[in-house]
């Protein structure tokens, strides 16, 4: 167990649906980072949130959103689903963003859009 | 901007040989880290091993070493002694300081045959 809690493990939605993924760091963490991992783009960085604040947008679609709770954990709400949303979604939080600093990763969502 | 290069899809090693994982990477930035993580099948991101960009001494844990060649930008991956338990997919990764993301690598697929 990695210290980062993810949920669901699987999910199978329909095109056009909205989905929620949750995230709970490891303790102490402050910051949050959302991945996208697909066949054909590798790991792709999302977001990432730091106590509460987002820091750092990536390749994030305009349908997906995020936030991260004073409690810490965050969510990665995607809307209007498409067949090309299929993927496996990481969570991973770490305790600063110095250079030294790695991630920890959660066990990941995997989503199908059908 | 950062990256990564892994040139090796896929590589097939016998059990009890060693291993080494090619990656080599590109930034301006003199103050970066190097990770190197694992993929098994089950999905999930385990962290195997760090480098950093003004360590004189290359990493090890355990049976992983990094065999880092700043001059020559390349953060090699070593496993001795090979295990069936190593296969899976291996990602090079690289943070820079200040930055708020690791960039990854295409990955790496081992399979360790009996």
């Known amino acids: 167990d990695s210290g980062v809690t993810q949920t669901p493990k699987h999910l199978i939605t329909a095109t056009g649906q909205r989905v929620t993924l949750r995230c709970s760091p490891r303790?102490?963490?402050?910051?949050v980072y959302w991945y996208q991992q697909s066949l054909d783009q590798g790991l792709q960085f999302l977001i990432q949130?730091?106590?509460?604040?987002?820091?750092a947008k990536g390749n994030i679609l305009e349908r997906f959103s995020a936030q991260q709770f004073p409690d810490l954990h965050s969510e990665l709400n995607l809307s209007s689903l498409e067949l090309g949303d299929s993927a496996l979604y990481f969570c991973?939080?770490?305790?600063?963003?110095?250079?030294?600093?790695?991630?920890?990763f959660g066990s990941g969502t995997r989503l199908t859009v059908v | 901007a950062q990256k990564i290069t892994q040139t090796q899809p896929g590589m097939f090693v016998q059990e009890k040989e060693a291993v080494t994982l090619d990656c080599t990477y590109d930034?301006?930035?003199?103050?970066?880290?190097l990770f190197w993580y694992k993929q098994p099948s089950s999905g999930e991101m385990i962290f195997l091993i760090y480098?950093?960009?003004?360590?004189?001494q290359n990493a090890t844990e355990g049976r992983y070493s990094l065999n880092f060649q700043k001059a020559r930008k390349s953060a090699n991956l070593v496993i001795s002694a090979s295990q069936l338990g190593d296969s899976a997919m291996y990602f090079c990764?690289?943070?820079?300081?200040?930055?708020?993301?690791?960039?990854f690598g295409q990955g790496t697929r081992l399979t360790i045959n009996p």
């Open positions: 949130y730091y106590n509460g604040e987002e820091r």
């Open positions: 930034t301006s930035d003199q103050s970066y880290g």
């Open positions: 303790s102490g963490d402050l910051s």
């Open positions: 990764a690289m943070r820079v300081q200040g930055a708020q993301k690791l960039v």
């Open positions: 991973a939080s770490s305790v600063g963003g110095g250079a030294s600093y790695g991630y920890t």
């Open positions: 480098q950093g960009s003004y360590d004189e």
